[in-house]
T-cell receptor, first 111, second 114 residues
């Protein structure tokens, strides 16, 4: 089983739609969880951290279920500028808390 | 504002050449990392360093070495470049500890080995 698995995508949605991405991770000892966004030919950038109680940042809502080892990201009222690849990211103990990345889910928001 | 810089955005080298990729961060971070990103494989950890002169292998260290002589600088070395090392190389840094603290990435170096 891969360390971090995501929906394969791609997701093509119209502007204004709500879209959800899911992710599972295999290491139950993982401590920190993130969603990163990566634009074409650019470096990954932090979108938001994911907390056990769930957290929201504007149109973005992240949820974590430690029992199921499941992470989600919900984007409401999609904008054209949301088009990007979304990476589910989990830290691992040791390795200087290096990151394990999912392969990413591509989102294309169309007019 | 955290800044991680990489010496080159694009690099073309020949098979067998020794290649140096440089990374500098200005936030006094202790931990630094080198990843490579390939289509269909995602980002994979090559090496990391948790302090000056300290280094540890990641998941795919073969064919690579690293150097960390100063806290702000972490170099990735391809001892003898091969075509399967053609990739996007990303450097990152963070402060240590298990808290919810993210890594900051440099803009990446696209390396083509001919």
């Amino acid at each position: 089983r891969k360390e971090v698995e995501q929906d394969p995508g791609p997701f093509n949605v119209p502007e204004g739609a709500t879209v959800a991405f899911n992710c599972t991770y295999s290491n139950s000892a993982s401590q920190s969880f993130f969603w990163y966004r990566q634009d074409c030919r650019k470096e990954p950038k932090l979108l938001m951290s994911v907390y056990s109680s769930g957290n929201e940042d504007g149109r973005f809502t992240a949820q974590l279920n430690r029992a199921s080892q499941y992470i989600s990201l919900l984007i409401r009222d999609s904008k054209l500028s949301d088009s990007a690849t979304y990476l589910c990211v989990v830290t691992r103990r040791g390795s200087g808390y290096a990151l394990n990345f999912g392969k990413g889910t591509s989102l294309l928001v169309t007019p | 504002d955290v800044k991680v810089t990489q010496s080159s955005r694009y690099l073309v080298k020949r098979t067998g050449e020794k290649v140096f990729l440089e990374c500098v961060q200005d936030m006094d971070h202790e931990n630094m990392f080198w990843y490579r990103q390939d289509p269909g494989l995602g980002l994979r950890l090559i090496y990391f360093s948790y302090d000056v002169k300290m280094k540890e292998k990641g998941d795919i260290p073969e064919g690579y070495s690293v150097s960390r002589e100063k806290k702000e600088r972490f170099s990735l070395i391809l001892e003898s470049a091969s075509t399967n090392q053609t990739s996007m190389y990303l450097c990152a840094s963070r402060n240590p500890g298990p808290r919810q603290e993210t890594q900051y990435f440099g803009p990446g170096t696209r390396l083509l080995v001919l």
